[in-house]
């Protein structure tokens, strides 16, 4: 069964950092494509990155320069260094993954499987 869990979420003032982190079980996040999302409150679920077996990236541009994804294989972890947030970053942030080496664009149809989320809040 997979399970993917997130922790870091919190609250910190712009320009402030925190790092997000999404513990996979029952999976192996070095296999697959993996990817975070976020969901502010009224809005659609975005894709902020994803992250395909051979390392390559695709990042949303509005956190493109700012956020930074990385994986654990040894602790099969993903994670999401997030630097000079941003009030506009405030959403909940989910962990995402499906069961393709590459990655196939950050549309939410695209993935499967995902974790319950944690909230990230930035105030001004």
């Known amino acids: 069964q997979v399970q993917l869990v997130e922790s870091g979420g919190g609250s910190v003032q712009a320009g402030g950092s925190l790092r997000l982190s999404c513990a996979a079980s029952g999976y192996s996040v070095s296999s697959y494509c993996m990817a975070w999302f976020r969901q502010a409150p009224g809005k659609e679920r975005e894709g902020v990155v994803s992250?395909?077996?051979?390392?390559?990236?695709t990042y949303a541009a509005s956190v493109k320069g700012r956020f930074t994804i990385s994986k654990d294989n040894a602790k099969n972890t993903l994670y999401l260094q997030m630097n000079s947030l941003k009030p506009e970053d405030t959403a909940m942030y989910y962990c995402?993954?499906?069961?393709?080496?590459?990655?196939?664009?950050?549309?939410?149809?695209?993935?499967?499987?995902w974790g319950q989320g944690t909230q990230v809040t930035v105030s001004s």
């Open positions: 992250i395909a077996t051979d390392g390559s990236t």
């Open positions: 995402a993954t499906v069961r393709t080496r590459l990655c196939y664009g950050l549309a939410t149809g695209n993935f499967n499987y």
